[in-house]
């Protein structure tokens, strides 16, 4: 296989615009009725563990319900703050105050480092959702620290705590980093802080209201699924992709598939490759999207089973040796990141 050509995102854009219907780009608003059924779960069911409406034996499946909703709502708030749901901003911050709030992340934080950073320079220098280059990890004592204690990957138990807490960390980190984005300074830097602030009065006071055990079910484990499922997806969708110098959408993102039911909690954000095609489309539209990528791009297009995606996260190493290489520091090893149609260790350079 020869160099893989890159593509900035509008060459892609440019080619499926014209087969788009104009109502595909029209908010989702139905959506929105989500949201009172999710909120009425984890009312209810934290609830039914403080107040102890429900015998103890059934709190563990109490929880998981909890936390799905939890999950669930953060990918509304995803959706919602792309103007993929509705376009109205005091809207999308209230529901995303909801949704955001098991990860102690102010929705100001999330539009800074998602929205305007990371769909920016997907898995280039500066996306902070990136693993480190070797560079980066001999240099900074936090990339190693984040590789060394947390980074799933080949035989590290260690990488529970990713699972479990892992997006919580990461929205901990983005905080304490809110200056290094320039879409989030001065009074917008505050209230982020103020508002993730008010998130964990909320939740101790919880603590102190119903009891540590009663919280432990009704609360933290409920948070450790939501982590689970989120964290899932955040390292399948670009981890095992190539750290490259063109926001590439089909070389730098991977869709993973998982079953209907798992689509419809999570409003299809496995089709990641096409969110970043198109962020402020609503993903009920992502299989048109998929189909038509399938259709341009055959040979480009990039996508593997959820479970499949999860046994290459922890088999590889999570630090960049180079552009197409995944190291892992504990060992030594290294292993060729996803290219189109086969895995490769051969440079990718942009497009002339």
């Known amino acids: 296989m020869g160099s893989v050509p890159l593509y900035p995102r509008a060459h892609y854009v440019a080619?499926?615009?014209?087969?788009i219907p104009e109502s595909a780009y029209a908010p989702s608003?139905?959506?929105?009725?989500?949201?009172?059924?999710?909120?009425?779960?984890?009312v209810l069911g934290i609830c039914a563990i403080g107040l102890g409406w429900a015998p103890w034996p059934v709190w563990p499946l109490i929880s998981i319900a909890i936390g799905v909703s939890f999950a669930a709502q953060t990918f509304i708030s995803h959706e919602s703050l792309h103007g993929g749901i509705t376009r109205n901003k005091l809207i999308q911050h209230a529901q995303a105050y909801l949704g955001f709030a098991p990860f102690l992340l102010a929705p100001r934080i999330w539009v800074a480092w998602h929205n305007q950073t990371h769909h920016a320079i997907t898995n280039q220098p500066g996306d902070?959702?990136?693993?480190?280059?070797?560079?980066?990890?001999?240099?900074?004592?936090?990339?190693?620290?984040?590789?060394?204690?947390?980074?799933?990957?080949?035989?590290?138990?260690?990488?529970f705590w990713t699972?479990?807490?892992?997006?919580?960390?990461?929205?901990?980190?983005?905080t304490h980093s809110i200056k290094k984005f320039k879409y989030a300074s001065g009074g917008v830097a505050v209230l982020a802080v103020v508002e993730s602030l008010l998130m964990v009065g909320v939740w101790v006071g919880l603590l102190v209201a119903i009891g540590?055990?009663?919280?432990?079910?009704?609360?933290?484990?409920?948070?450790?699924v939501a982590n689970a499922i989120t964290i899932?997806?955040?390292?399948?969708?670009?981890?095992?992709?190539?750290?490259?110098?063109?926001?590439?959408?089909?070389?730098?993102?991977?869709?993973v598939t998982v079953p209907k039911?798992?689509?419809?909690?999570?409003?299809?954000?496995?089709?990641?490759?096409?969110?970043h095609l198109f962020p402020a489309m609503s993903s009920r539209h992502a299989p048109l999207i998929r189909k038509l990528c399938l259709e341009h791009w055959p040979e480009r297009y990039q996508?593997?089973?959820?479970?499949?995606?999860?046994?290459?996260?922890?088999?590889?190493?999570?630090?960049?040796?180079?552009?197409?290489?995944?190291?892992?520091?504990?060992?030594?090893?290294?292993?060729?990141?996803?290219l189109p149609r086969e895995r490769a260790a051969e440079a990718v350079q942009p497009a002339a």
């Open 261 to 275: 039911i798992v689509d419809l909690l999570t409003l299809n954000f496995g089709y990641h490759t096409e969110h």
């Open 212 to 224: 540590f055990v009663p919280w432990l079910f009704a609360v933290l484990i409920p948070m450790m």
């Open 128 to 159: 902070p959702d990136a693993f480190p280059t070797i560079e980066e990890y001999k240099t900074q004592a936090g990339a190693r620290f984040a590789v060394d204690k947390f980074a799933v990957g080949p035989n590290r138990l260690r990488g």
């Open 29 to 42: 608003r139905s959506r929105l009725l989500l949201i009172p059924v999710y909120l009425a779960v984890v």
């Open 163 to 174: 699972m479990a807490f892992g997006f919580t960390i990461q929205s901990a980190h983005q």
């Open 15 to 19: 080619e499926l615009r014209p087969e």
């Open 303 to 338: 996508a593997m089973p959820m479970t499949t995606a999860l046994r290459e996260i922890n088999r590889t190493g999570r630090v960049y040796k180079d552009a197409v290489t995944l190291y892992d520091p504990d060992t030594g090893r290294e292993w060729s990141a996803i």
């Open 232 to 255: 899932a997806f955040i390292l399948t969708n670009h981890s095992l992709s190539p750290f490259i110098p063109i926001n590439d959408p089909l070389i730098t993102g991977l869709s």
